[in-house]
């Protein structure tokens, strides 16, 4: 009898796992820097399947999640404004600010906030509204940035006057050498996230691998992808070697796409940003270069000053969601988890985000 395609990716999985446990000898630390990786991992409970030498660390792969509490600040505050309509993801609707308030309940108070599911909605919704400022909350990884500059470049050359853009895009290598850099970092190497690479290459990666002499493995979504990977790094690591590997050769990851980082590189420039529970990191976010930063919702509208970000600052009552963030304290660790800080009433970030990975544990793990 032919075997069916579940049973050859169940061979295929297993084949990766007694690779893994017959090939380790030592004790090493991975991390993924991708929140769809951690769900996967989590949702197939690949974690409880691999040797005991091998140990994962879930670091800050939740864009949503890693949005600054001051950003969501100036969010709320340019929704509180009557003449404007401000429109995001609908993950962002419930991410707390330096309070407790997010968009969401903005909107219950009267606030004009409206869900939207890709970046040219919001050119659709300024056109149907001229009489209306119509500000975009964008925020994502590399992955989204391509639609938002594709927004910007539509908006500007259409001198469509009323659309406004919030920026908060973030790049993901700047965060791998911070959390390298950080005191006490036990990481040895990465899983890169397939989706990024397949917008933007290796090439970011290439020298952190050669600099930090770690492995850096590109890989998918599915469970033989993300074992594969595994077993990459690990052979790497266990013949002393640190490159950039692409195992994720079906989405041509390695390669990027070349018109997408033409179209980011014509609309953004890199600047520092702000990340939650990571801090100021050096040239990590996406800001509109001119002609483009005429659309900026931070000069349109100006803000009345504001404290200086404060690193440690997530508006999280207590829990330890910045230590999540940093790869330093799994969810399950903290002491609000479960205990007054769910999906339904979250207290941090990675409890509200369908990426987050307060919010994987809770789904998939059993809970006090």
Same mark, same amino acid.
């Given at each position: 009898?032919?075997?069916?395609?579940?049973?050859?990716?169940?061979?295929?999985?297993?084949?990766?796992?007694?690779?893994?446990?017959?090939?380790?000898?030592?004790?090493?630390?991975?991390?993924?820097?991708?929140?769809?990786?951690?769900?996967?991992?989590?949702?197939?409970?690949?974690?409880?399947?691999?040797?005991?030498?091998?140990?994962?660390?879930?670091?800050?792969?939740?864009?949503?999640?890693?949005?600054?509490?001051?950003?969501?600040?100036?969010?709320?505050?340019?929704?509180?404004?009557?003449?404007?309509?401000?429109?995001?993801?609908?993950?962002?609707?419930?991410?707390?600010?330096?309070?407790?308030?997010?968009?969401?309940?903005?909107?219950?108070?009267?606030?004009?906030?409206?869900?939207?599911?890709?970046?040219?909605?919001?050119?659709?919704?300024?056109?149907?509204?001229?009489?209306?400022?119509?500000?975009?909350?964008?925020?994502?990884?590399?992955?989204?940035?391509?639609?938002?500059?594709?927004?910007?470049?539509?908006?500007?050359?259409?001198?469509?006057?009323?659309?406004?853009?919030?920026?908060?895009?973030?790049?993901?290598?700047?965060?791998?050498?911070?959390?390298?850099?950080?005191?006490?970092?036990?990481?040895?190497?990465?899983?890169?996230?397939?989706?990024?690479?397949?917008?933007?290459?290796?090439?970011?990666?290439?020298?952190?691998?050669?600099?930090?002499?770690?492995?850096?493995?590109?890989?998918?979504?599915?469970?033989?992808?993300?074992?594969?990977?595994? $077993? &990459?790094?690990?052979?790497?690591?266990?013949?002393? +070697?640190? @490159?950039?590997?692409? *195992?994720?050769?079906? =989405?041509?990851? #390695?390669?990027?796409?070349?018109?997408?980082?033409?179209?980011?590189?014509?609309?953004?420039?890199?600047?520092?940003?702000?990340?939650?529970?990571?801090?100021?990191?050096?040239?990590?976010?996406?800001? $509109? &270069?001119?002609?483009?930063?005429?659309?900026?919702? +931070?000069? @349109?509208?100006?803000? *009345?000053?504001?404290? =200086?970000?404060? #690193?440690?600052?997530?508006?999280?009552?207590?829990?330890?969601?910045?230590?999540?963030?940093?790869?330093?304290?799994?969810?399950?660790?903290?002491?609000?988890?479960?205990?007054?800080?769910?999906?339904?009433?979250?207290?941090?970030?990675?409890?509200?985000?369908? +990426?987050?990975?307060?919010?994987?544990?809770?789904?998939?793990?059993?809970?006090?």
């Amino acid at each position: 009898m032919n075997a069916t395609p579940s049973s050859r990716r169940r061979e295929a999985v297993q084949r990766r796992l007694d690779a893994l446990h017959a090939e380790i000898s030592h004790r090493w630390t991975l991390m993924e820097v991708c929140g769809g990786q951690t769900h996967a991992i989590l949702r197939h409970g690949l974690d409880q399947l691999l040797p005991p030498q091998l140990e994962l660390i879930h670091g800050p792969g939740c864009p949503v999640c890693v949005t600054a509490a001051e950003t969501i600040d100036r969010a709320l505050e340019l929704a509180a404004r009557p003449e404007l309509i401000l429109c995001t993801y609908g993950d962002m609707l419930r991410v707390p600010g330096s309070g407790s308030e997010h968009l969401l309940q903005a909107r219950a108070a009267g606030a004009d906030v409206r869900l939207v599911t890709a970046p040219l909605d919001a050119l659709t919704l300024a056109r149907a509204h001229p009489e209306r400022q119509v500000v975009f909350f964008a925020v994502g990884f590399e992955t989204t940035a391509p639609a938002t500059a594709l927004l910007a470049h539509q908006a500007w050359s259409s001198g469509t006057g009323n659309l406004s853009l919030l920026v908060a895009h973030v790049r993901v290598p700047p965060a791998i050498e911070a959390i390298l850099a950080a005191p006490g970092c036990r990481v040895q190497g990465f899983l890169a996230a397939g989706h990024v690479c397949a917008v933007m290459g290796r090439e970011e990666y290439d020298p952190i691998a050669a600099r930090q002499r770690l492995p850096i493995v590109i890989t998918g979504f599915e469970p033989v992808d993300l074992l594969e990977g595994m $077993l &990459r790094a690990v052979r790497q690591l266990e013949r002393g +070697e640190g @490159r950039v590997e692409d *195992a994720y050769p079906q =989405a041509r990851a #390695g390669e990027g796409n070349a018109a997408a980082r033409a179209l980011i590189e014509r609309v953004f420039c890199r600047s520092d940003r702000h990340w939650r529970g990571l801090g100021v990191l050096p040239a990590s976010g996406l800001s $509109l &270069r001119p002609p483009y930063d005429a659309l900026d919702a +931070e000069r @349109r509208f100006p803000a *009345a000053a504001r404290p =200086a970000p404060n #690193g440690n600052s997530n508006g999280d009552q207590g829990c330890i969601s910045g230590q999540v963030l940093q790869g330093l304290a799994r969810p399950d660790a903290c002491p609000r988890f479960g205990r007054g800080c769910s999906p339904e009433r979250p207290l941090g970030a990675p409890m509200v985000s369908a +990426e987050g990975a307060c919010a994987a544990y809770w789904r998939y793990r059993q809970r006090a």
